[in-house]
């Protein structure tokens, strides 16, 4: 486990500007003595005015992704969203809250009928890209130059989400994945130190699987998870970030043997029992609730993570560790990185303006209500304010130290590739919780899809 964390939470979320070096990318230079969390904007929601003096009636759907009512972010959705109804009796939210899988299928089956949501959820880069070409999202830049809200990202974070000049959406966090575990269970194990090779991190999986524990909680019905572990296996056995990015240069192939050993490596884990049973049944949610009720030993899961798991029954029994190297290659400094998904408005929207209006108030709310709420850990948005002081964990600090070293890493499969690759690679990596494979075979698949869909 890292250090103890003494550093203000400027200093400390200022270093997740590492994760963005792939758009090379500095720092951000906030001011790191204030005690309350601050985003730098203070100003009145200019927007939010106009709004609030209207009489026309106003219905916004939003569509969103936090659906647990046990978690902080559920919290935080649902505190700003009445006090904005509240400010503005004009104004009703209609929220459509789903589970991440659900809201993709569910918003691609509305992009084709051309009725997305006034505001909906979408992912960075590649996932995003099909719907700025189809012109079913606003441009948001306007909206951002309210009131310095565009100044309270991080640098760099917006390039993820913008397209032609125009910045599409607005992320709700920058994040890396991290291995949380609970420390009770490993000692009952009999594990003593966190592990910092595979072979290690797979003796401990037997370890804790001979005690009858499940040793990584998971929930592989939304095929994604599958596929963020995966990924983080490449990044080591590649030796470093950029396979994706070398594949479509045309400098390798997914039948490299950095591919296929990241598939046999994450064939042994599966293979030994590692995961719970029946994993591709079990969503996301669920999986992640395995964790936090202390039915499993591990999760391997983004830092947003963080707050749920703090106000779980086993907050104060989970400790952090890096993902380990793999054959010997790797940096457990480099990262899989997560620019979080994001909130995008229709470009049909009947209440275009007012839709506006209540995303910028809830942009200028939200990361002051996270840190309230001790869930600010992995904001995309700058935040001064001690963390210690603010009464947050040990776990929090620990992961915010985390970031202090990022030395980089790689997006997920699905923000780099295309649509009909990425949904093939998920379709493979979750086959591979069904039965055992063959990881020439994996590659082939892969290839194939690539060499398909160029």
Request: charged fraction near 20%.
């Amino acid at each position: 486990m890292v250090k103890k964390s003494t550093k203000t939470a400027a200093f400390a979320l200022t270093a997740a500007a590492l994760l963005m070096g792939a758009t090379a990318c500095g720092s951000n230079n906030a001011n790191n003595t204030s005690d309350n969390a601050n985003t730098g904007n203070t100003g009145t929601n200019a927007g939010g005015n106009a709004a609030a003096g209207g009489d026309k009636n106003v219905t916004i759907t939003f569509q969103n992704i936090y659906p647990d009512p046990a978690t902080p972010s559920y919290k935080m959705l649902h505190s700003i969203v009445d006090q904005y109804q509240k400010d503005h009796p004009n104004v009703k939210i209609e929220l459509d809250s789903l589970n991440t899988d659900q809201q993709k299928l569910k918003l691609k089956t509305q992009a084709a009928s051309k009725e997305v949501p006034d505001i909906t959820i979408v992912n960075p880069a590649a996932q995003m890209k099909p719907f700025v070409d189809a012109k079913l999202f606003a441009p948001l830049n306007d909206m951002l130059d309210q009131n310095g809200l565009k100044d309270t990202f991080q640098k760099g974070l917006l390039d993820y989400y913008s397209f032609d000049n125009n910045i599409y959406a607005l992320p709700d966090g920058n994040n890396i994945e991290v291995v949380y575990y609970n420390k009770d269970m490993f000692a009952q194990a009999g594990i003593t130190a966190t592990p910092t090779t595979y072979e290690e991190f797979l003796d401990d999986v037997k370890k804790i699987k001979a005690k009858g524990m499940t040793p990584i909680a998971i929930g592989e019905k939304d095929s994604w998870t599958g596929s963020f572990l995966f990924m983080n296996i490449l990044l080591r056995t590649n030796g470093g970030p950029g396979f994706l990015q070398d594949v479509l240069d045309g400098k390798k192939t997914f039948k490299d043997p950095a591919f296929t050993d990241a598939v046999s490596a994450m064939q042994d884990l599966i293979q030994a029992k590692a995961f719970e049973e029946g994993a591709t049944s079990i969503d996301y949610n669920t999986g992640g609730n395995l964790f936090k009720t202390g039915k499993a030993a591990m999760m391997i899961m983004g830092t947003w993570e963080t707050g749920a798991i703090d106000s779980s029954t086993v907050g104060p029994k989970v400790g952090v560790f890096k993902f380990p190297t793999v054959n010997g290659k790797g940096d457990p400094d480099q990262f899989m990185l997560a620019p979080g998904s994001a909130f995008a408005v229709s470009a049909n929207s009947k209440h275009l303006q007012e839709t506006k209006d209540f995303l910028n108030y809830f942009m200028t709310e939200m990361p002051k209500k996270q840190f309230e709420l001790k869930n600010a850990v992995g904001s995309g948005q700058i935040i001064t304010g001690d963390f210690k002081a603010a009464g947050y964990s040990q776990l929090a600090q620990d992961v915010l130290a985390l970031f202090q070293n990022v030395k980089g890493g790689d997006l997920a499969f699905d923000n780099t590739m295309k649509p009909a690759i990425a949904q093939a690679h998920l379709s493979s990596i979750q086959n591979m919780f069904v039965q055992k494979v063959d990881p020439a075979a994996v590659a082939a698949e892969h290839q194939s899809a690539f060499d398909s869909n160029k």
